[in-house]
């Protein structure tokens, strides 16, 4: 029987310690800890609101660099499989929480807000994810569907569930194109815009984002001229 070693690292102490292991069971076992180890320490580095290399990480999970790309060919697919794990319980998180308010107009403001602050708490992680995104739409070797599918789409959501109560009282056209126009207000893409290019901090970009977002409501609720009848 061939009998083959590896090093664990003790993550409290640092300290090295070569175990003997003779199944190909305790084999893979390894290789998923390190690889555990690999997407836990690029997940932090992301948290931490980074877009760490491979070295980075690869020092971070206190393996060698050329174990790190043993596991992945290349930075994008690590980052994408830490992000992965940075979004595992968030779906909870960024539910629909909007109450039981049934002016549409209001629901939109409360939505905004509510959904923007999620945003705000998890504000590296979210433009990682954009970044990332975009970084694989242009890469030549990932299909786009790929490479937007990084990114949940919580907001549709959130646009759903705020304009459930006209849902059947205006238009259908009118309603899709004022839930496709709340996904630009209603979203990172507006806060960091707002942020980075504007200038202005976040709360500010908030209000804007709500104030935009019940304007657009109101136009299309008030303006709307009901389709033919079924």
Known sequence: MIMHTYDVVNPATCDYHVFMDTTSGGRQNQKERTRRAIVAAAAKLIAAG????????????????????????????????????????????????????????????????????????REALVRTVMALSLLRSVD??????????????????????????????????????LKLALGAVMSSEALFALEDVMGVGPDEAIEVCRWMGRTLTAAVIKADVPGPAA
Do not use: H
Not at 92 to 102: A, K
Not at 147 to 168: K, Q, S, T
């Open 140 to 177: 030549g070797t990932t299909p786009r569907g790929e490479a937007v599918g990084l990114r949940p789409g919580f907001r549709r959501e959130w646009i759903d569930e705020a304009l459930r109560p006209v849902e059947n009282k205006i238009d259908p056209g009118n309603l899709r194109l």
């Open 50 to 121: 980074t877009m760490p290399s491979m070295s980075e990480v690869a020092d971070e999970a206190l393996v060698s660099t050329a174990t790190a790309y043993r596991y992945f060919p290349d930075q994008l697919s690590l980052l994408s499989a830490a992000l992965r794990d940075g979004y595992a319980g968030m779906g909870g998180r960024f539910q629909p929480d909007i109450g039981t308010e049934s002016d549409p107009e209001r629901r939109v403001d409360v939505a905004t807000e509510g959904l923007l602050r999620r945003i705000i708490d």
